[in-house]
């Protein structure tokens, strides 16, 4: 079945420092990837939906230029927190799709980012 | 019994019972639906889909059932066992700029006693 990795599990960063996930489709292609986020006891709440070769679509209330996502190529999203602060600590979680229209995702095993 | 925590309500049956957990969706249009598990740390896990056009389907011990009427949707589990003790998602498709997006329900937390 397809696999999502997502890298690393956990990181610890200093307040105003830059952290990136990476998310990765191990034996398809994913052209399309979401980004959630999920607070203690929270629901996942979808971020960014991006498409290989092609900007970044962010949901209401997302900063796009705190969060900056690249769909580098078809297996590979990166999300990049710039400038983190205590109130970005947060279960980060990728879900990458094979087509945009397709019903089939499938989830990263989640990044728990703590800024101190 | 059911009862509402801080964030997630919290459902808690013996081992062995059935446990339905229910949810309510907002999009009228949505015509895919998932079940997920989430254990703690972990990202979510497939359970069980349903397409709007049916109304019930079953799995190994899950049946979703679907209600449009009201946008309800069910998840039973038969013979509940402690590994079956996570957070229930439910997740609805809706269609936005161009993506067919899964946007996820409040959850509820399923405790299972021995």
């Known amino acids: 079945g397809a696999v999502v990795s997502q890298h690393p599990s956990r990181v610890i960063c200093k307040s105003g420092t830059s952290v990136k996930i990476e998310c990765r489709s191990l034996?398809?292609?994913?052209?399309?990837m979401f980004w959630y986020r999920q607070f203690p006891k929270q629901s996942l709440m979808l971020m960014a939906t991006?498409?290989?070769?092609?900007?970044?679509?962010?949901e209401q209330g997302v900063e796009k230029d705190k969060f900056l996502i690249n769909h580098a190529s078809l297996t590979l999203s990166t999300l990049t927190v710039t400038s983190a602060h205590p109130e970005d600590s947060s279960f980060y979680i990728c879900?990458?799709?094979?087509?945009?229209?397709?019903?089939?995702?499938?989830f990263g095993s989640g990044t728990r980012l703590t800024v101190v | 019994g059911e009862s509402v925590g801080l964030h997630l309500p919290t459902l808690s049956v013996q081992e062995g019972d059935n446990s339905i957990i229910n949810c309510a969706y907002s999009n009228s249009a949505s015509d895919y639906f998932i079940w997920y598990k989430q254990e703690s740390g972990k990202g979510p896990q497939f359970i069980i889909d349903i397409r709007s056009n049916m109304d019930k389907r079953q799995g190994q011990r899950v049946t979703v059932l679907l209600n449009k009427t009201v946008k309800h949707l069910s998840l039973q589990i038969a013979a509940t066992q402690p590994g079956d003790s996570a957070v229930y998602f439910c997740?609805?498709?809706?269609?936005?700029?161009?993506?067919?997006?899964?946007?996820f329900g409040a959850g509820t937390r399923l405790a299972v006693h021995p």
């Open positions: 997740a609805e498709t809706l269609f936005s700029g161009g993506y067919n997006k899964l946007i």
């Open positions: 991006s498409n290989e070769g092609s900007k970044a679509t962010y």
């Open positions: 034996d398809f292609q994913a052209t399309t």
């Open positions: 879900s990458a799709s094979p087509e945009a229209g397709d019903y089939g995702y499938t």
